[in-house]
């Protein structure tokens, strides 16, 4: 059964040079660390594989930010360019460095066109590890059109989680990337049980047994 969405103890709007990006921020008790995640092109932060995420990272003590692109802020549907994703993603972590999770080890992430922002900005934003949500490893339908690349750049821990019968492809696993097949497609709304399980599991396992 699909939980309700955690509500945001803080809502902040943060300059960036394409227009304000906003954060919604879940404050673990005693943090541990901090997971920030980004929606896909044309949703947001209130997808259900993003409300299972910041559920199990609360569970394991995390705090979690939130990021909606200020494409998004500004009311269009339709993505910015990918240099203004990241351009605006690592503003905005730089900005959570500095302020309301300072100290604290940073994890990024995002479902589809997030995960590939957090992905394509692991080294520059120093993020831990990386959580990608319905990577859309090529275009449906286009497998030549691969995005493998992405992934295989990343040289933290890696976790995907991604629906058995998603068209935007399956990736493989790699060394330190961890793959997790789920019931469902590209929304992974069938089973949001086992989205928080996977990332849980792996919280656990890979990232906070190194605090």
């Given at each position: 059964?699909?939980?309700?969405?955690?509500?945001?103890?803080?809502?902040?709007?943060?300059?960036?040079?394409?227009?304000?990006?906003?954060?919604?921020?879940?404050?673990?008790?005693?943090?541990?660390?901090?997971?920030?995640?980004?929606?896909?092109?044309?949703?947001?932060?209130?997808?259900?594989?993003?409300?299972?995420?910041?559920?199990?990272?609360?569970?394991?003590?995390?705090?979690?930010?939130?990021?909606?692109?200020?494409?998004?802020?500004?009311?269009?549907?339709?993505?910015?360019?990918?240099?203004?994703?990241?351009?605006?993603?690592?503003?905005?972590?730089?900005?959570?460095?500095?302020?309301?999770?300072?100290?604290?080890?940073?994890?990024?992430?995002?479902?589809?066109?997030?995960?590939?922002?957090?992905?394509?900005?692991?080294?520059?934003?120093?993020?831990?590890?990386?959580?990608?949500?319905?990577?859309?490893?090529?275009?449906?339908?286009?497998?030549?059109?691969?995005?493998?690349g992405e992934?295989?750049?990343?040289?933290?821990?890696?976790?995907?989680?991604?629906?058995?019968?998603?068209?935007?492809g399956m990736?493989?696993?790699?060394?330190?990337?961890?793959?997790?097949?789920?019931?469902?497609?590209?929304?992974?709304?069938?089973?949001?049980?086992?989205?928080?399980?996977?990332?849980?599991?792996?919280?656990?396992?890979?990232?906070?047994?190194?605090?």
């Amino acid at each position: 059964m699909q939980g309700r969405a955690p509500v945001a103890r803080a809502v902040v709007d943060v300059a960036t040079l394409h227009g304000p990006a906003r954060v919604h921020l879940h404050a673990a008790a005693v943090p541990r660390a901090a997971l920030v995640l980004g929606h896909g092109a044309g949703g947001g932060v209130t997808a259900p594989d993003l409300v299972a995420a910041t559920t199990a990272a609360l569970a394991q003590g995390l705090s979690v930010a939130l990021v909606e692109q200020p494409y998004r802020v500004a009311g269009r549907r339709s993505p910015a360019p990918a240099k203004q994703l990241d351009a605006a993603w690592v503003t905005v972590l730089e900005w959570l460095r500095a302020d309301p999770l300072a100290g604290l080890m940073l994890l990024a992430g995002g479902r589809s066109s997030g995960a590939r922002v957090a992905c394509r900005t692991a080294a520059d934003t120093a993020a831990a590890a990386v959580l990608c949500l319905a990577f859309p490893l090529h275009p449906p339908g286009r497998p030549d059109r691969s995005r493998l690349g992405e992934l295989t750049a990343v040289r933290v821990p890696v976790l995907v989680v991604q629906g058995e019968r998603d068209p935007f492809g399956m990736p493989p696993p790699g060394r330190g990337r961890k793959v997790v097949q789920v019931a469902g497609d590209h929304s992974l709304r069938a089973d949001p049980g086992a989205v928080t399980a996977a990332i849980g599991s792996w919280l656990r396992r890979v990232v906070l047994s190194s605090l």
